[in-house]
């Protein structure tokens, strides 16, 4: 196994904070780069030659670049994870774990990421909207509640980057305006596990401190996230 030589590029996003997570988890030493979304930093033309769609996160190791947090994630496991902590080499199992991962890639990911734009980066409240990707976010958590049924982990019996990879946007559902998810009790024992995790919360505050935990704590801090993002996207789209 090569001697990892990792620079990561983020931001404190729901999928930035997927890869400081697996990073931590698996003990990956790393260097962090934050970009400031809010000027444009992320469509630089230097940035642009290390994810050329212009997101966060991304990574380069060495002068190799990865991007999107789920293909950077398991080129993190299949390079540097030889014990196996995230991404077991069974076949069935770790096709198991791959699945889940791309139910957040393909599934709850984009589908709670539509519900924080019209909930709150956008200043008209499109009801419909809202509706339909809240709605459609808790049908994905009753699906996750389902298969964590007797279960503490969603793969086997330990945490793996199935879990790793959902739990950012569980625990910030309130986020996404799902107010609360306590009618999902296993969902809701398998987010106070992981949170339990030091390596995982470790991970959510980087490259910044957990901006959920105090949106969470703080509803004004939220207000106040809400209006200067709406402010931020006004003059972008002026």
Known sequence: MTSPDITLYSAGTQNGVKVSIVLEELGIPYKVKQIALHNGEHKEPWFLK??????????????????????????????????????PKEPKLKSQVIQWVIFEASDLGPTQGQANWFVRYIPDKIQPAIDRFTGLTKGYYSVLNNALEGKEYLVGDKFTLADAVIYPWVRSHFF???????????????????????????????????????????????????????????????
């Open 50 to 87: 290390i994810n050329p769609c212009g997101k966060i996160p991304a990574i380069s190791d060495g002068d190799f670049h990865v991007f999107e947090s789920v293909a950077i994630s398991i080129y993190l496991c299949e390079n540097y994870d030889p014990e196996e902590k995230l991404l």
């Open 176 to 238: 996404s305006g799902v107010e609360n998810i306590d009618e999902f009790t296993n969902l809701t024992a398998w987010v106070a596990r992981i949170d339990a995790r030091p390596a995982t919360q470790k991970g959510l505050n980087i490259p910044i401190p957990d901006r959920m935990k105090e949106y969470r704590e703080n509803p004004e801090k939220l207000k106040e996230f809400e209006k200067e993002i709406q402010s931020i996207l006004a003059k972008r789209h002026a």
